[in-house]
């Protein structure tokens, strides 16, 4: 069975630029949540989607947002990026909810300049 | 609310045991614990479902205390191979279906 995957698995980008980052989950998993990890603030939530709808948000500005496709592939977007957005961002696939058995991807590295 | 974990680091010697411990202000319904290698993704070890339950995965158990919102890891004789770090996920009674992880706890085992 295939694992999660991210792409792109590495970006620079500059201040005021938007990035997209990509998920697709394991197959037959319908809940796929995003986590910023950075050194300082380890593990932080930013959302849930499953079937399309995203269940829960974390306390991020509303830059950041995603969508959730028909085939459980999953999208989160940042927009005016700021230096204090770079970080490896993760998601987690799982069968219906963060509650159950996460498998993350291998992340997405992301450099702010 | 994020929970506190303790200790943040911690560095033994190949065969000893460690306990990392996990809590919350909030009342939970269930503890998860992860590990994360360096330069790898998270891998999840167990859930604690219940308050007083205890799980265990090889020579890796772990306890739940719902009256003290605590939880704690046991890694007993520990192998190299369990070097890394150490999250426990938080999911609040009454609260949203999500994860809140702590801050990691880093474990190194030396030879």
């Known amino acids: 069975k295939a694992g999660v995957t991210q792409t792109p698995r590495y970006l620079i980008k500059t201040r005021g630029q938007q990035v997209t980052l990509s998920c697709s989950p394991i197959?037959?998993?319908?809940?796929v949540s995003w986590y910023q990890q950075t050194p300082g603030q380890g593990l932080q939530f930013l959302f849930e989607?499953?079937?399309?709808?995203?269940?829960n948000k974390g306390n991020f500005p509303g830059r950041f947002s995603g969508r959730q496709f028909s085939n459980s592939r999953s999208e989160m977007n940042v927009s005016t990026l700021e230096l204090g957005d770079s970080a490896l961002y993760l998601c987690?696939?799982?069968?219906?909810?963060?509650?159950?058995?996460?498998?993350f991807g291998p992340g997405t590295r992301l450099t702010v300049l | 609310q994020q929970p506190v974990q303790s200790p943040q680091a911690v560095i033994l010697r190949e065969g000893e045991d460690a306990v990392i411990n996990c809590s919350s202000s909030?009342?939970?319904?269930?503890v998860h614990w992860y590990r994360q290698k360096h330069g790898e993704a998270p891998v999840f070890l167990m859930i604690?479902?219940?308050?007083?339950e205890q799980k265990g995965h090889e020579k890796i158990s772990a306890s739940f205390n719902e009256k003290k919102q605590q939880s704690s890891l046991y890694l007993t004789a520990s192998q190299l191979s369990y070097s890394g770090t150490y999250f426990c996920?938080?999911?609040?009674?009454?609260?949203?279906?999500?994860?809140?992880f702590g801050q990691g706890t880093r474990l190194t085992i030396n030879p």
């Open positions: 604690l479902l219940k308050g007083g």
């Open positions: 909030k009342a939970l319904y269930s």
């Open positions: 987690a696939s799982s069968l219906s909810g963060p509650y159950n058995e996460q498998f």
């Open positions: 989607y499953f079937s399309e709808t995203q269940r």
């Open positions: 197959s037959g998993h319908r809940s």
């Open positions: 996920g938080t999911e609040e009674k009454g609260g949203a279906q999500k994860l809140v």
